[in-house]
């Protein structure tokens, strides 16, 4: 579990969004395709979870916030899931390949 922070409008609240099933479906669905090379190594699936986390998650207004300073300083800076992974990159692909490595020997 890797847990983001999003904004859920119709709660008017901010939730937890856990983005680790997102990949592990996403790897699912590309061994099955079976004509894209499956990630095995470190390396290889960092660049599956940078290249498939940008894809889902980077700019979407959905996943977005805005972080203003305080007391006001007039600063702000706008953090989307894409900023969250990002920032987490090693950490993410860690448990993403832990996950799936649970999944594959069973």
């Known amino acids: 579990m890797f847990n983001v922070i999003i904004y859920e ?9 856990d983005i680790i099933p997102y990949f592990i479906n996403t790897y699912k669905k590309l061994k099955e ?6 990630p095995k190594t470190f390396d ?13 998650f980077w700019g979407r207004c959905e ?5 203003v300073d305080w007391p006001c300083q007039q600063t702000e800076k706008k953090i989307d899931v894409w900023d969250q992974i990002k ?3 090693d950490v993410v692909t860690e448990i993403l390949m832990k996950e799936i490595s649970k999944i594959e020997s069973k």
């Open 9 to 17: 409008p119709n709660y008017k609240k901010f939730i937890s969004y």
């Open 33 to 38: 395709k079976k004509y894209k090379k499956i």
């Open 44 to 56: 290889e699936f960092k660049k599956f979870v940078e290249e498939e986390g940008m894809y889902q």
């Open 63 to 67: 996943y977005e916030v805005i972080l």
């Open 87 to 89: 920032m987490n990159l």
